[in-house]
């Protein structure tokens, strides 16, 4: 079988893990097949978490499972000096759990565009803020020449991706022009495509195969890479603004095209996808479920052309002929599918039942001649009669005072 070019799995322990700590988190993610989590500190890094930080870098480490991060909401790398600082000392606390919690990508978001605006010299500056948090990811991953025996993967593995998100409203820095500039001078970065953002910043581009294979080769061909690290959910948007994320059926971002794109043209892809949803693992499932469907497709069709030359090859025909027959035999099938049974009796015509109907009735003569063959009743008999009738009568005679009853 072939490996998956995917790996799901959720933005935070699953809803339906007991324990709410990472590494029961895991056990149950792994358990359900999925292969990868994102980790989410998004307003602070609690040093008490330290603990089981490492617990799941262990776990991680062993299993070879694919552990994230994702660094604070609120940041304003293009704000002013002090705004800058402060957002920055809340990624170097992402930054020490990303290490701790041996991650491969660490998720961060930019701000708003601030007094700067829009165009080049905004863009410069984000280059700039992403170079030093490469610079410091790689200080931390390196910092001691002497074995760590508690961070084993610190030697065995390169330092984790710095991803740079795109944003999903107007007036926050990252369109996806935007992200893959910065990306394409900041070596050691990798774009984060937040797939509901895109959808919704571009008043909902993403529709069909056609636009999620569009939207890769864009990536591919403006940064040259295979790998990506991408968030799905559904998304309620308004005038290119991403309003809140919710579950997949209930959005217009469906995730089907992307799962067909993934099996039929997506071979060269290497993806990370991060149900963001608020049906987190479940829908992290169903984006699991839908990609299967898509592989038993392809096979199935894979299967019937393969069929289809076999029988060209003995017809001496070409595979079109074949399917050109083979598409006039299903149109007659469905013509004779819709005709009626020959072995359906028709109803019987309206004048055959008439004279049944007629032989039915008596003549004059017969009725007369019945009436008189009939045993005369005898008076007790008929007064008996009469005074039943007379008993009934009274039995469901009613009176004024008795509509009440209803």
């Known amino acids: 079988m072939d490996v998956m070019p995917v790996k799901l799995g959720p933005a935070g322990v699953p809803l339906s893990c007991k324990g709410r700590t990472i590494v029961e988190g895991m056990d149950d993610i792994i358990s359900l097949g999925l292969e990868t989590m994102e980790v989410q500190t998004v307003r602070m890094v609690a040093p008490q978490h330290f603990e089981q930080y490492w617990q799941a870098g262990v776990l991680a480490h062993k299993t070879d499972f694919e552990m994230n991060i994702h660094g604070p909401y609120y940041s304003e790398f293009l704000g002013n000096r002090m705004e800058r600082n402060r957002s920055l000392a809340k990624t170097e606390a992402a930054l020490q759990a990303a290490k701790t919690i041996n991650a491969r990508h660490i998720t961060l978001h930019t701000g708003h565009y601030g007094e700067t605006g829009r165009g080049q010299a905004a863009n410069e500056q984000v280059a700039s803020v992403f170079k030093g948090i490469v610079e410091r990811i790689n200080e931390i991953w390196n910092d001691d020449d002497d074995l760590y025996p508690v961070f084993p993967w610190l030697k065995e593995q390169p330092a984790p991706l710095i991803g740079v998100e795109t944003s999903g409203r107007q007036e926050l820095w990252g369109s996806l022009e935007e992200v893959l500039e910065v990306v394409n001078h900041v070596e050691g970065s990798i774009p984060v495509l937040n797939l509901a953002h895109i959808h919704a910043r571009g008043h909902g581009r993403l529709r069909t195969s056609e636009d999620y294979g569009e939207l ?15 968030h799905f959910s559904g998304v309620e948007h308004r005038m290119g603004n991403a309003m809140h994320y919710t579950q ?5 971002l469906n995730f089907e095209p992307l799962g067909e794109f993934i099996i039929e043209d997506g071979a060269w892809l290497d993806i990370t996808l991060i149900s963001d949803s608020p049906l987190l693992e ?27 030359r076999t029988l060209a090859a003995q017809a001496n025909i070409s595979p079109e002929e074949m399917a050109a027959r083979e598409a006039q035999v299903a149109a007659a099938r469905a013509k004779d599918a819709l005709a009626p049974h020959p072995d359906e009796k028709a109803p019987p015509a309206k004048e055959e039942a008439e004279p049944a109907k007629e032989e039915a009735e008596p003549t004059k003569d017969e009725a007369t001649t019945k009436e008189k063959a009939k045993p005369a009743k005898s008076k007790k008999e008929t007064a008996n009669k009469k005074k039943e009738e007379a008993d009934n009568d009274d039995l469901f005679a009613t009176e004024d005072d008795d509509d009440d009853l209803f």
């Open 248 to 252: 997949i059926k209930k959005s217009d």
């Open 216 to 230: 890769f080769d864009q990536v591919r061909e403006t940064i040259g890479t295979k790998e990506f690290y991408c």
């Open 282 to 308: 479940h829908d992290a499932m169903y984006m699991m479920q839908n990609i299967e469907r898509s592989r038993h497709k392809q096979l199935e069709r894979k299967a019937r052309e393969d069929r289809r």
